[in-house]
Nanobody, 119 residues
């Protein structure tokens, strides 16, 4: 099992910035990839960004490219999401997730942190 705890959400005006953190504990040696997802009210959960735990390679949703940056600190078992130039449509609950080695899906999820961007 991997436990995840997110932090850093809040209320910000459009154009502002927030930095989310996600600390992993437990079987962290089994992590292959960590990602951020988000779910807005009335919408399905969507992918935001991910990073390879050993490779560091990153992927981003088109909607956040150039504005969001994902990074990891392996020593602290923590992944970050730096969000700049925030828009009202970025408002959602943001979830951190882990895809274990040899797994096809993200199997472990955090409790989520609310991000609200006012216009």
């Amino acid at each position: 099992q991997v436990q995840l705890v997110e932090s850093g959400g809040g209320l910000v005006q459009a154009g502002g910035s927030l930095r989310l953190s996600c600390a992993a504990s437990g079987r962290t040696f089994s992590i292959s990839r960590m990602g951020w997802f988000r779910q807005a009210p009335g919408k399905e959960r969507e992918f935001v960004a991910s990073v390879g735990w050993s490779t560091g390679n990153t992927f981003y949703a088109d909607s956040v490219k150039g504005r969001f940056t994902i990074a990891r600190d392996n020593a602290k078992n923590t992944v970050f999401l730096q969000m700049n130039s925030l828009k009202p449509e970025d408002t959602a609950v943001y979830y951190c997730a882990v895809r274990p080695v040899n797994a096809k899906d993200y199997d472990y999820w955090g409790q989520g942190t609310q991000v609200t961007v006012s216009s």
